[in-house]
């Protein structure tokens, strides 16, 4: 079974550049998160999808941040304008069964602002 | 106070000890809890998850929870060089985020 597939690896931008990433979940997981790493840290929650919808978006900086899942499947995660702060590891993780909740995470997307 | 605690690494043991890794959370609604292991420059990797009190043992891991004491802990035993990583504890608050905590870094000294 494949895990979950992210793209790019690794990202190194100017600040105030736009950025996207993109994830595909294990195949039949309906829920898709994303999440970010800062350095030392454990992963905070970004958004959740239960399918095609947002379910959980409390924590998205939406200024900036913008989200989408077309079609329930795959997902782009995009940051316009990127500032210096935004530099961290951004993961995708996949869920299958709610009731247990166990994620499982892409190798997630390094980027760097520079 | 952080919504997931966890001791203070690094940790270090050596090779073929028993490594204790302990976890402390202040929502008493959260349910489920789950151990990740993360080595340096990779994702999470989910090991363990366990659901009601008591033990739970799989091969050399075994996940202890205590949801009175809102506690949760990982035990390795014959510790490995290869299990040297960081051992990542999360819950499940509600609308089913996983909070982390800020994970303990483990060394196994051959």
């Known amino acids: 079974e494949a895990g979950v597939v992210q793209s790019p690896r690794y990202k190194i931008i100017e600040k105030k550049q736009p950025v996207a990433f993109w994830c595909n979940p294990i195949?039949?997981?309906?829920?898709l998160y994303w999440y970010r790493q800062n350095l030392g840290q454990g992963p905070e929650l970004l958004i959740r999808?239960?399918?095609?919808?947002?379910?959980?978006d409390s924590q998205l900086p939406k200024d900036r941040f913008s989200a989408e899942r077309l079609k329930g499947v795959d997902s782009t995660l995009k940051i316009q304008p990127a500032e210096l702060g935004d530099s961290a590891v951004y993961l995708c993780?996949?869920?299958?069964?709610?009731?247990?909740?166990?994620?499982?995470f892409g190798p997630g997307t390094r980027l760097t602002v520079l | 106070q952080k919504e997931v605690e966890q001791n203070s690494g690094p940790l270090s043991v050596p090779e073929g000890a028993i490594a204790s890794l302990n976890c402390t959370y202040s929502?008493?609604?959260?349910?489920?809890f789950f151990w990740y292991r993360q080595y340096s420059g990779k994702s999470p990797e989910l090991i363990m998850s366990?659901?009601?009190?008591g033990d739970k043992e799989d091969g050399r891991f075994t996940a202890q929870l205590n949801k009175a004491s809102q506690y949760v802990s990982l035990l390795i035993r014959d510790s490995q060089p290869s299990d040297s990583a960081t051992y990542l504890c999360?819950?499940?608050?509600?609308?089913?985020?996983?909070?982390f905590g800020e994970g303990t870094q483990l060394t196994v000294n051959p």
């Open positions: 993780a996949s869920s299958l069964v709610r009731e247990r909740n166990e994620q499982f």
């Open positions: 195949s039949g997981h309906n829920t």
């Open positions: 999808y239960e399918n095609e919808e947002a379910v959980d």
């Open positions: 929502d008493r609604g959260s349910q489920s």
């Open positions: 366990i659901y009601s009190n």
């Open positions: 999360a819950t499940e608050t509600s609308g089913s985020r996983l909070t």
